[in-house]
């Protein structure tokens, strides 16, 4: 049964009983009490992850001077203790696969051929490859901080490339498609929560009534850790009162329980499917959309970070580069043909009244 949280299993015992336990290769596996989402349940599922976050990559296993040894360093120092939580889970996971593999190897003897051979088993996953790249700099430079090894080898390796653009950002025909095939249901809930609050998956999946106070979504990020306080849009807050359950969150599966990460992105994908929406439609691109529009409407980089929680303005100023270029094309076809252009706008309330 696929897990309903990370590392959670689900089984039915002789009585028909449903049971849940928590499960992580290496580890001990652990019963958990109660149903996902209750006090109980939360309170064993946070003491079973404290309880391996506790014990050192690669303990035990690997020498002194080992490439294992250094990782359970890096494991232990300041400079990952202050990561997120999601991108502490991520590094760790993607440190122990290595220590797995090669934690038995001295850490003195990695040379950039080393790195790119193991980039080039990252081979059309190229965002694989840049977190593996990135995780194998910030190790090499803890070996080098503490003595074992002179340089790093990272430098000069091959750095993978994203497809241009990045995720796709969904069109206004895209989101009234969507919200024609789903008015008023959870996925049409869930659109809204990604739309107008221009969150990661990994927060929206997150948020419930407690989230909600004198009008604003409060959060803190799980990726950056920032704090954010973002207005409830009128559109959402109508959606919110005519859709919410009692659910400690706002968006649960199929069995009641909260989304994992994982989990909301294959329903949310069969629900575009359902919709008609184009196969490269992802919650992310939702994400761009909230910017696109936010560029669209004049607001500077410094209010759609303070919306978005971008960490970097230049990477906030791409939206509104693309929707000044947009604004200036359509001027200057304008100008020269005596006719004016369809926008957005105009083509998303087009397709919403068809499908009305």
């Not at 895209?174 to 095939?181: C, G, H, L, M």
């Not at 948020?207 to 009008?215: A, N, P, S, V, Y």
Request: proline content about 4%; hydrophobic content about 40%.
């Amino acid at each position: 049964m696929k897990p309903v949280l990370p590392y959670v299993h689900a089984y039915r015992d002789r009585h028909g009983h449903r049971r849940y336990y928590f499960r992580r290769k290496g580890f001990k596996k652990v019963a958990l009490p109660g149903t996902p989402g209750s006090v109980e349940f939360m309170a064993a599922y946070t003491d079973a992850q404290k309880a391996i976050q506790a014990v050192p990559v690669g303990a035990g296993r690997h020498g002194a001077g080992s490439l294992g040894a250094a990782i359970r360093g890096y494991i232990s120092s300041a400079a990952f203790v202050a990561l997120a939580p999601t991108s502490k889970r991520v590094r760790r996971d993607i440190l122990e696969g290595l220590a797995s593999e090669h934690g038995h190897l001295p850490i003195a003897g990695m040379k950039r051929q080393h790195v790119n051979k193991l980039l080039d088993g990252k081979a059309g996953l190229p965002g694989a490859a840049l977190n593996l790249l990135s995780a194998l700099r910030v190790l090499m430079r803890y070996a080098v901080d503490v003595g074992l090894r002179s340089d790093d080898p990272t430098i000069g390796a091959r750095r993978p490339k994203l497809r241009e653009g990045g995720f796709y950002p969904w069109t206004e025909d895209d989101i009234a498609t969507f919200e024609a095939r789903h008015p008023r249901t959870k996925a049409r809930l869930a659109l809204a929560l990604l739309l107008y609050t221009a969150q990661r998956r990994s927060d929206v999946i997150r948020f419930g009534r407690q989230h909600i106070r004198d009008g604003s979504i409060h959060l803190r990020q799980a990726k950056t850790g920032k704090a954010l306080a973002i207005p409830v849009h009128p559109e959402l807050k109508a959606i919110l009162d005519a859709t919410l359950g009692d659910n400690l969150t706002f968006l649960v599966s199929q069995n009641g329980a909260p989304f994992s990460s994982d989990g909301f992105y294959a329903w949310f994908r069969r629900c575009c499917k359902e919709a008609g929406v184009t196969a490269a439609a992802t919650p992310h691109g939702l994400r761009k959309a909230a910017c696109r529009r936010l560029a669209e409407a004049g607001c500077s980089a410094a209010v759609i970070a303070a919306i978005s929680g971008h960490r970097s303005l230049r990477e906030v100023q791409r939206y509104i580069d693309s929707a000044d270029q947009t604004k200036l094309a359509r001027r200057g076809i304008e100008a020269i043909s005596g006719t004016q252009v369809a926008t957005h706008e105009s083509a998303g309330v087009a397709t919403r009244q068809k499908a009305e």
